[in-house]
C-alpha cells in the first residue's frame, strides 16, 4: 500500500487527509486481523484458567493494537465494524467482540497507557467495572483511585456507582482530628482515611426525623446502607449502649469495632452545630469503653463526632490537648437539602418542627 495518505479539500479549499475505504486498506487490514486473531487463539487457554485478568489483559492489547493501526494507517471507525464480523466468525464460541465492546476495548487502551497499572490493578476488577470507571471518570487520577478502592474493597459495579456519585475521593480523609497527636504515625495515617467528611445519610430518604435518638434508630433499620457509608473494615457492635459511670447511666449513640484498626469505634451523633462540649463527652466514653470493653491487644478507642456544621478552628482548638483520638465530621442528607425553593418555603423550619415535639 502507498505510504502516502490521500489528501481531500473542503468547500473552502483546505486540504485535509481522508481515511482510506475498507478496500484500500484489504491486504494491511488482513494482515492486522490475522495478528489480532493469532493474539486470541493464543490466549485462550489462559483466558479460561484465570478468566478475569487474562481477559483484560486480552482486551487492553487489542484496543492497544487498533489504535496503533489507526494512527499508521489512518484507518476510520468503520474498522471496528468489520473487525466485529471477524472475530465472531472465527471465534464463535466466544462473546466480547461486538462493535460496541471493541470499541470500549480502544477506550480501555487508551485511557490505561500503562500496562503495569493494567496488569497489577484494573486487571484484577470485571470488565462490567472496567466499564464503570471509563463511562462515569475523565481524569486518570480519579479512575486510579477508584480502581484500587475497588480491588482493595471487592465493590461491584453498583457499589462502584454509588461510591463515585457520592463524590467519595473528595470526602475521604477529609474529618477534623487530633489523629496525629493521639496515634503513632502508621495508625494516625490509617485512621485519617478510615474516616471521611461528610457523612452522606442519603438513604433516609425525605421523612428523617430531626431528634437524634430517632436518626440514630432509622441509621441502624438501614445498617446495611450505613456500614456502607462508614467503609470497609466497620462491625456493628450496637446502639444506645449502656454504661454506668459513679452511679450515673450513660448511652453511647452507636458503638462500632473496625476490623483493619483493631479498635472501638464510639459514634456520636448530633443535629446540631459543632459545640466544644461535645468533645468532653466523647472523651469520656472513649474512657470508659478502653476500661471496660477493650481487650489486650487492642488498639486506643477512637471517637468520631458527627454534627450537621463546624467551624473548623473551633473544632481543632477543641480537640487541642486531648489524648484520646477524635475525628469530627458533618453529616448530610442530601435529598432533603436539594428539595425545590418552592417547596421548601412550604415546609416548616426545624425550629417549628422542635417546638410542636416539645409540646
Not at 94 to 109: L, Q, T, V
Not at 146 to 158: D, E, K, L, P
Not at 295 to 305: M, Q
Not at 318 to 334: C, D, F, H, M, T
Request: proline letters at 5%; hydrophobic letters at 40%; glycine letters at 6%.
Amino acid at each position: 500500500m502507498d505510504d502516502r495518505k490521500r489528501m481531500g479539500k473542503d468547500k473552502e479549499g483546505a486540504i485535509f487527509p481522508v481515511a482510506p475505504n475498507l478496500s484500500e486498506m484489504s491486504d494491511s487490514y488482513l494482515q492486522f486481523i490475522e495478528e489480532i486473531k493469532d493474539r486470541i487463539q493464543r490466549q485462550r487457554l489462559s483466558v479460561v484458567l484465570s478468566a478475569n485478568s487474562s481477559m483484560i489483559c486480552l482486551y487492553w492489547s487489542i484496543g492497544k493494537a487498533i489504535l496503533e493501526k489507526q494512527q499508521e494507517e489512518g484507518w476510520g471507525a468503520r474498522v471496528i465494524d468489520r473487525m466485529a464480523k471477524d472475530l465472531k466468525d472465527a471465534f464463535p464460541e466466544m462473546s466480547g467482540f461486538s462493535p460496541r465492546n471493541i470499541k470500549y476495548m480502544r477506550k480501555f487502551a487508551e485511557c490505561w497507557p500503562d500496562y503495569e497499572i493494567v496488569q497489577q490493578v484494573v486487571a484484577q476488577i470485571p470488565w462490567r467495572t472496567n466499564l464503570k470507571l471509563l463511562d462515569k471518570l475523565n481524569d486518570p487520577q480519579s479512575r486510579i483511585w477508584y480502581a484500587r478502592q475497588t480491588v482493595q474493597n471487592g465493590w461491584s459495579s453498583a457499589v462502584l456507582d454509588v461510591q463515585i456519585q457520592s463524590g467519595l475521593m473528595e470526602r475521604s480523609g477529609k474529618s477534623v482530628n487530633n489523629f496525629p497527636a493521639a496515634l503513632p504515625p502508621a495508625d494516625s495515617e490509617m485512621a485519617n482515611q478510615v474516616f471521611k467528611d461528610p457523612y452522606l445519610f442519603d438513604f433516609l430518604g425525605t421523612d428523617m426525623p430531626r431528634r437524634e435518638v430517632e436518626i440514630e434508630r432509622k441509621l441502624t433499620e438501614h445498617i446495611q446502607s450505613f456500614l456502607l457509608e462508614l467503609g470497609q473494615g466497620f462491625a456493628f457492635v450496637g446502639r444506645q449502649v449502656h454504661l454506668e459511670v459513679g452511679g450515673q447511666d450513660f448511652y453511647i449513640d452507636l458503638l462500632f469495632y473496625h476490623l483493619k484498626l483493631r479498635c472501638y469505634v464510639v459514634i456520636e451523633l448530633k443535629t446540631c452545630e459543632f459545640e466544644p462540649g461535645f468533645v468532653g463527652q466523647l472523651n469520656m466514653y472513649q474512657s470508659v469503653v478502653d476500661d471496660i470493653l477493650r481487650y489486650p491487644g487492642d488498639n486506643p478507642t477512637i471517637g468520631l463526632l458527627l454534627v450537621k456544621g463546624k467551624n473548623e478552628t473551633v473544632v481543632e482548638y477543641s480537640l487541642a490537648g486531648y489524648q484520646s483520638p477524635i475525628g469530627v465530621a458533618e453529616w448530610k442528607n442530601r435529598i432533603s437539602q436539594s428539595l425545590p425553593d418552592d417547596l421548601k418555603s412550604s415546609l416548616p423550619s426545624i425550629e417549628e418542627i422542635e417546638k410542636e415535639l416539645d409540646k
